[in-house]
């Protein structure tokens, strides 16, 4: 099942949308299973992207920047579905590390 959701971060905040965005700062696309993987830890972002498992269109530097925008899952309950992901997006997200920032992510996963 593909999904497709953007995040525009502006103002140290987050809002997430289903769909795709006409025009995002970034576009990351992936597998689904990958992209869970990556989420729990148990996928290396920089390693997915050397081996062709995570595509990156746009800002290189947004992308460097995505893993500080989120507290780690590592040790928490791990996510099984991309939708427990988008759900807790607000909840995870670090608004300290986005000062400054006003970017959307687009992410397509298949």
Not at 25 to 37: A, K, R, W
Not at 58 to 67: C, H, I, P, R, S
């Amino acid at each position: 099942m593909a999904t497709q959701y953007h995040c525009t971060i502006a103002d140290e905040t987050i809002a997430v949308q289903l769909g795709k965005h006409e025009k995002p700062s970034i576009t990351i696309s992936m597998n689904e299973s990958d992209y869970l993987d990556m989420i729990n830890g148990k996928l290396n972002g920089q390693m997915a992207f050397m081996t062709g498992k995570l595509k990156i269109a746009g800002d290189m530097g947004l992308a460097l920047k995505l893993q500080s925008l989120f507290k780690s899952r590592v040790g928490g309950t791990p996510a099984t579905t991309v939708q427990q992901v988008i759900d807790g997006m607000a909840e995870n997200f670090n608004k300290d590390a986005s000062k400054g920032l006003n970017a959307i992510y687009q992410f397509d996963l298949a």
